[in-house]
């Protein structure tokens, strides 16, 4: 018979999912990142092979401009206030916004910013930081990219989703989760419903 463990991830097992609502950035925050996002894209188009400084991404010039990626060349910290955040964060941490050194990697619903990612240059495999950052105040929530009336890519990282974009954005929509544990918002909720067919493809 089932135990009370059983029964209860049965219970859970069924439970329907409900997608939120998609939450935009406060307006000081969507300027803050419009400036940044094109500052480091104008030192990425002057310097563009950082983009491939560690490795080969398979992505080009042309990626650079498409996508508006950008490179931070330096570790920047700014106060909260400035990115209409509240002076501490939630977790009761420090007052500074913190910008570290790497691949800034923005994503937009109708060309309004709603994250921006840093892949950290300086990340090495026993740090104690994540290899990327996500800027306070952004969204977490997938990022859509191509057409969504094509058939749909979901993958892991927005680089790869990027990169699937830049050679077959003819053939496919990507939607880039931005990690696992992301769950659609109601946004990308319909598009799921509503396309077909749909390739898993996760980092594993």
């Known amino acids: 018979p089932p135990t009370n463990l059983s029964r209860h991830v049965l219970a859970r097992s069924k439970e329907k999912f409900i997608p939120k609502p998609l939450t935009i950035p406060s307006n000081e925050w969507q300027q803050k990142a419009i400036d940044f996002v094109q500052q480091s894209h104008q030192y ?6 950082l983009l491939n400084v560690d ?17 931070n060349p330096r570790d920047i910290f ?7 955040l509240p002076g501490m964060s939630l977790q009761g941490g420090s007052h500074l916004l913190c910008i570290p050194q790497g691949i800034v990697i923005p994503s937009f619903r109708t060309d ?13 495999p026993d740090d104690e930081y994540p290899k990327y950052h996500i800027v306070a105040g952004g969204t977490t929530c997938p990022s859509i990219y191509g057409d ?33 544990s992301i769950k659609p918002d109601v ?15 996760l980092d594993f």
């Open 44 to 49: 990425l188009l002057k310097y563009p092979h």
């Open 55 to 71: 490795k080969d991404r398979g992505l080009t010039n042309q990626s650079i401009i498409d996508f508006q990626l950008g490179w």
């Open 78 to 84: 700014e106060t909260r206030e400035l990115w209409g």
């Open 112 to 124: 309004i910013p709603i994250r921006i990612k840093i892949r950290r240059q300086n990340w090495k």
């Open 148 to 180: 969504i009336s094509k058939p749909l890519v979901i993958v892991e990282a927005e680089l790869d989703a990027m990169l699937l974009q830049h050679f077959a954005a003819d053939y496919c929509c990507c939607i880039a989760l931005g990690g696992v």
């Open 187 to 201: 946004v990308v909720d319909r598009i799921l419903r509503q396309t077909t067919p749909i390739l898993y493809a």
